[in-house]
């Protein structure tokens, strides 16, 4: 990957979220961890607004990302947006420019620190309505957008939708 395709980013953290990959076939699930997504409000690129970025377990156990904080860093664009709720990933030069203050709000949403994942995992997930979800969990710490690969014939998982 050359170094032209790094976007510079800096900006907010609004949530994080965890970031689990579903594979299904027929009755089976699988779920894959990878990290977290992290719900930033500031600027992507010469782009304003809010977006997510995709980071691996080790920044967040490295990092312990919570709402509130200031950040900057490098990313690239995801190769294929069908495989990733998150618009950017391979983060690098990731800087932690300022911690949050204060505590988190008690109540829902929850915005503190994410548990680790085998806690998501112990948790089970809770299907939503995507409205609902875009309008109330976008940034709560329980909330979670997992994209969904499926092997279409049981007998031929290398075919997959």
Known sequence: MAGADRISWSGRLVGVQPRIRLLRSR???QHRYQGCALRINGRCGEE???????VGQGAHEKHRFRAGMELKGQCVSVDDERMETAGFYKI??????KDSAGGPPAGPPFLGMPPDLPTY??????RLDAWTYETKYTACIWGCRMPVEMIVDHWNPTQKK
């Open 92 to 97: 690098s030069g990731l800087k932690v420019v």
């Open 48 to 54: 304003p607004g809010e977006f997510l970025i995709a």
């Open 121 to 126: 995992r112990a948790r089970r997930h809770r």
């Open 27 to 29: 009755d089976e699930r």
